[in-house]
């Protein structure tokens, strides 16, 4: 007589477990239980202010939460060392434009990945540029390495932040609203590169932190929608999309969203 077998979940890569986090006295995390697991690819969205970039700095270990447990790559937070793990977690944020100085050279810059920096002050190796070209010829941008970062339209910028945040091969990528100072025909072409980069084998899980539905391409399998720093709605893509929903995390009436489900 066969027997079933319970078929076994994925492996989590990041659990956060009733975290609440509060800043300047305002709760700005309220009791966020959320699991990624492998080969998922999440996107997160919610109004300004709903705290979905907070979220990814707790993910990061840059803000620690009043209460609750964070867990990424089977690390508990308080019992590893945060900067050997952020050398896994490949991380593009404004902030990281804001601190790169314009005279900084390009392969600099992504060299400074290697240690979640933003500033290189060691020696280039041989070896070390030899990644520093691979990861910018992913994004067919090697042609780059010897221009200083200031002299880079915007376009050219991310790509090589893009490249910054790969040279340790990471296994969790946070991408917060990365697309926001392109204009249309860079968006479309960051997406094939994003949309490989999701297909890579043995690519990193990519969270993409997002106010805009075109940015959602298909490769993204789940969503979190976040309202006034709680969990709204979490689950697979096409549930987190239904127009109704969407409508209501954002507060917006029912038929400004009616046929924007499933961006492509």
């Keep these: 007589m066969n027997q079933s077998k319970t078929e076994k979940k994925p492996e989590a890569i990041i659990t956060l477990h009733s975290v609440t986090m509060t ?27 709903s705290g979905k970039t907070t979220m990814m700095e707790v993910i990061m270990g840059y803000l620690w939460p009043q209460s609750g447990s964070v867990d990424v790559l ?24 804001k601190h790169l100085s314009d005279h900084v050279p390009v392969e600099d810059v992504v060299a400074s990945g290697t240690d979640a920096s933003v500033g290189y002050y060691s020696e280039l190796t041989p070896a ?8 910018l010829d992913f994004f067919h941008c090697s042609d780059l390495m010897e221009r200083r970062f200031g002299t880079l339209s915007s376009g050219q910028q ?12 990471p296994d969790i990528m946070i991408l917060d609203e990365p697309f926001s100072l392109l204009d249309i025909g860079s968006r479309m072409s960051m997406y094939r590169y994003i949309e490989r980069l999701c297909r890579k084998e043995k690519g990193p899980q990519v969270l993409l932190v997002t106010h805009h539905l075109d940015d959602i391409i298909s490769p993204f399998s789940h969503g979190l929608l976040m309202k006034e720093g709680r969990v709204f709605y979490q689950g697979r893509r096409d549930e987190a999309l239904q127009g109704k929903r969407l409508a209501k995390a954002f507060d917006l009436n029912d038929d400004i969203l009616q046929g924007a489900e499933q961006p492509k």
């Design 128 to 135: 070390l540029l030899r990644r520093i070209r691979a990861q």
């Design 74 to 97: 089977g690390n508990r937070f308080g019992q590893v060392y945060l900067q050997e793990l952020r050398r896994k977690i490949g991380y593009v944020s404004p902030w990281i434009f």
């Design 23 to 49: 800043r300047g006295g305002k709760e700005v995390l309220h009791d966020i239980s959320w699991t990624t697991r492998q080969d998922e690819h999440w996107f997160i969205m919610g109004n300004n202010g």
């Design 158 to 169: 991310l790509k090589v932040i893009l490249a910054r945040s790969l040279i340790n091969d």
